[in-house]
């Protein structure tokens, strides 16, 4: 699968608004194995401001994880201040990990900024001590 802009996946899950646009959302699947999923987000890539339906796009694909390891590289490139202003999305979306943490393995976070780390505090009190624990930053 190669990481276009398209958020569809080989499993089951599409997102109606997707479906339309495929820059509407950025959380796709890059790497799917037998045994582990590695997502991708890049929420610059995204022009979908709605926070219900980026949950649920986020949500409906992590339903379909099942008992699948899971890894979540989370790139930075071009976060600016009107992305750390969502501030209910970004809490939402630390609720929603958590909810889908027990087979979550890491989060890699690339291309950091500022602005990157501004929403991190404000996240960071909504994920679990295990999901804080799986954070990776390269700097």
Known sequence: ??????????LQYRCPLCEINPSSHSFKIIKNYPTKIVY????????????????EHYDGMLQENGNKEWYWVVDCNGFGFEHALQINTIIQLAKL???YSTNL???????????????????????????????????
């Open 1 to 10: 699968m190669t990481t276009s802009s398209l958020c569809v996946n080989n």
């Open 40 to 55: 991708y987000t890049c929420p610059a890539e995204s022009i979908s401001r709605d926070t219900e339906k980026i949950v």
């Open 97 to 99: 990990i958590t909810k």
């Open 105 to 139: 393995k890491k989060i890699i976070i690339i291309n950091t900024n500022t602005f990157l780390y501004n929403a991190m505090k404000i996240a960071k009190p909504f994920l679990s001590e295990k999901v804080n624990s799986l954070i990776y930053i390269k700097e």
